[in-house]
C-alpha cells in the first residue's frame, strides 16, 4: 500500500493540519493510500532531544531522524508544512509551555559550565534554527506558480503599493571585509578528511569531504561589521528614514543572531557604553533581542535607570521599523521577528515603506550587512523607482530551480561556523597536513565553512535544463563571478551542461544583481525566466517574486525531486503563522491559507501514480486541482476578518468541489460511484455548514498550548461542525 506521510508542524499550519488531514485521510483511503503523520514541530523535536528526561508515557519518537533516513529511499513520499526554525526566545518559550505541561526538562543554559549543562545546550542547539529542512531536503528544489495561480493573481490583482521616483528607500551592504569579499574556495580533488584549526585549537575535526566537493572558508570581520553599523545608524537618522535590519537569524542560527548582536549594540552604542560592562557580565549581549534585555533588565540592580537609558536612546536615535507599532514591538525585539526572505519582499510591496512608532509608512534604509545577496534587493528598489510598482494583472513569473540537496552551501555551515575567540589564522587543512585555505583573523571575527557536494550539483544542472526544457523558459544560472564558491560552481555547470542537450534552450550564467536586473526586465514585459540559483537564494527568490506576483509565497508549487526517486512536497512559507494564531485564539478566526497544502498533495499523489502506484491517485490529485481551481475562481479563499470565511470554510468548499469533481469524472468509475453520495451529502448540508463555520467565530478559544495545544481542544476548534465531519468520516 502506497503511503504518504504528514508531517505535523507548528503554528497556523498545524491548526490547519487538525482541520484537513481527516479530509486527506478520507478521500486517500478510497484509492487505498495510506496517510500516515510524523511530528517534526519544534515541541516534538525538543521532547525527542530527551528521553531520558521523560516518563514512559511522555516519551516521543526521533521522527525527523525517521524522515531523513526515508529521504534517502524511492519509498519517500512526505508532505512538509512550514514549521519554527527557532531562535532562542522561541526555544525558551517551547521549553517554559512544555514544563508547564508536566514535561520534566531541564531549562535552557544560556552560559553552560559543567558537562551536564553542556550536554543539554548541545541537544537544544540540535533542535534550534534550521533542524528540519537540511535533514529533509535530500534532493533539489523546483518551486514555481502553478498556471491557475497564476491567472487568478491576474483576475484578481493584490494591491500593490505605488513608488517614487524621490523615495529614499534604500538596501544598505557592507562593501569589503565581509562573508562574501573573504571567500575561498576549492574543488576536491580526491575523498579526504578535513581539519579546520586556529594556531593549536582544533574547531572542527574529522570533516569527511568527497572527491568533487566544492569547499568554502570565509569570515565576516567583526570591526568592520561595527564600522559599517554605525555609519548606518548615522546615515539613517540624518535621512530621515526607519532604521532596519533584515537577517535570517533563524535559518543561520549560529552567525546571523551574533551578527544580530552587533546591530543592538550599534544601534544602542551609548548605552553600552556607558553600561555594557554590566549588561554583558548579565548575558545581554543583544544576540536575542532587545525584549531579552528589557526583560534581563529586570533582574539587575540598577535595571530602572539602565531602562531609561535605552528609551533615551530610542527616542534620540533614527526610527525604528516596527514590527507591530501597537505593542511597541520594533525591528530589533526578537532576532526572528523579520526573516530578510519574507520582510524585504513586503517592504518592495509596501512602496519601499516599513511602519513608524506612529503605525505610518515610511521610507527605510534595509540593513543587510553580508553583501552576498544584498545587491539583488537594490536592483528591484532601483527598477522600481524607475518604473514604479510592479503591475499582477501583466507582469511575468519567475520560478525557482534551487541547490539545496544534502545541506548544500551555507544552510550547511552551522557546525562549522564559530565566533572566533583568539587571534591568528585559521586554516583548512587536509589529511596530508596541506593548507588548503587560511584566513587571518581577529577575536569576535565570525568564521565559517560550506560544503557543496558534487552529486547534487550534477543533479541541479539537470533539474535546470529539465525544466526550461519542460516549462519553455529561458533560464538563468545566478552566479557571481566575484564570489570564489562561485566561480568554482561556474566552472562546475559549464561541465555538466555539456552532459545535456541544451539545443534550442535559452540557458546562462550571470551575476545575481544582472540576472535580477534581466529577471524583473521581462516580468515587466510579460516574460518568464526560471531563476537557477544557490540555496539562500533559493529561499530569498521564492519568497521575492511570488510576493510581488501573487502577494503571497504560500501560493507556489514546491517540489523536491529526492535524488534516491522519492518525492518531498512543501507547501509554501509560514512567517505570518504566529499572528494567525493568535487570532484563532482572540476570535476563533483563522485566515491561514491552506492553497500550498492543496497544491503538495495533488503533486505527491500525482507522484505515487507516476512511480507504479494505483492510477486511483492519478485521478484524485486531477480532481484536487480542478477543486483548487474552482475555489480560487469562487472565492472561497480564507478572508482576514471574523465574521467571514476562514481556512475551516476554505476547507469546507475544497472538500466539497473535490468530491463533485471526483463525482463527475468517467476515467475511475468506482471513484466517481464512491464520490456521488458524499457531493450530493455535502451540497444538501452546504449553506448549514458555512453558516455554523462562521457561528463559531467571533469567541476566545482554549487550544491547550501553543507550541504543544492539546488535540482533543484543537480538533474541537478545527472541526466545529458534526454534519460535515460526520460525511468524511463516512469515508475511512
Known sequence: MATIIYTRTDEAPLLATYSLKPVVEAFAATAGINVETRDISLAGRILAQFPDYLSDEQKVDDALAELGELAKTPEANIIKLPNISASVPQMKAAIAELQAQGFKLPDYPDTPSTDEEKDIRNRYDAVKGSAVNPVLREGNSDRRAPQAVKNFAKKHPHRMGEWSKDSKTNVATMADNDFRHNEKSVIMPADDVLTIRIGDTVLKESLKVLKGEVIDGTFLSAKALDAFLTEQVKRAKEEGVLFSTHLKATMMKVSDPI?????????????????????????????????????????????????????????????????????????????????????????????????????????????????????VYQAVIEDCKENGAFDPTTMGTVPNVGLMAQKAEEYGSHDKTFKIEQDGTVEVVNSAGEVLMSHEVKAGDIWRACQTKDA???????????????????????????????????????KYLGDHDTEGLDITIASPVEATKTSIERIRRGEDTISVTGNVLR??????????????????????????????????????????????????????????????????????????????AAVLADALDKATERLLNDGKSPSRKVGEIDNRGSHFYLTKFWAEELAAQSEDAELAETFAPVAKALDENAADIDAALVEVQGKEVDLGGYYYPNDAKTSEVMRPVATFNEVIDSLK
Open 456 to 494: 547534487p550539483i550534477q543533479d541541479w544542472v539537470k533539474l535546470a535544463v529539465t525544466r526550461s526544457r519542460l516549462s519553455g523558459m529561458p533560464a538563468i544560472f545566478w552566479l557571481d563571478p566575484e564570489r570564489a564558491h562561485d566561480r568554482n560552481l561556474i566552472e562546475l555547470v559549464k
Open 259 to 375: 551578527i544580530f548582536g552587533h546591530v543592538v549594540r550599534a544601534y544602542f552604542a551609548d548605552v553600552y557604553e556607558q553600561y555594557g560592562e554590566e549588561l554583558l557580565a548579565a548575558g545581554l549581549n543583544g544576540e536575542n533581542g532587545l525584549a531579552a534585555i528589557y526583560s534581563g533588565l529586570e533582574k539587575l540592580d540598577n535595571g530602572a535607570e539602565i531602562k531609561a537609558a535605552f528609551d533615551k536612546a530610542l527616542e534620540e536615535g533614527p526610527a525604528l521599523a516596527m514590527v507591530n507599532s501597537h505593542k511597541g514591538i520594533t525591528n530589533l525585539h526578537v532576532p526572528s521577528d523579520v526573516i530578510v526572505d519574507a520582510s524585504m519582499p513586503a517592504m518592495i510591496r509596501t512602496s519601499g515603506h516599513m511602519w513608524n512608532a506612529d503605525d505610518q509608512e515610511q521610507d527605510t534604509l534595509a540593513v543587510i550587512p553580508d553583501s552576498s545577496y544584498a545587491g
Open 539 to 616: 529561499d530569498y527568490n521564492t519568497d521575492l517574486f511570488p510576493i510581488l506576483e501573487l502577494g503571497t509565497s504560500a501560493k507556489m508549487l514546491s517540489v523536491v525531486p529526492l535524488m534516491a526517486g522519492g518525492g518531498l512536497f512543501e507547501t509554501g512559507a509560514g512567517g505570518s503563522a504566529p499572528k494567525h494564531v493568535q487570532q484563532l485564539q482572540e476570535e476563533n478566526h483563522l485566515r491561514w491559507d491552506s492553497l500550498g497544502e492543496f497544491l503538495a498533495l495533488a503533486e505527491s499523489l500525482r507522484h505515487i501514480s507516476n512511480n507504479g502506484g494505483t492510477k486511483k
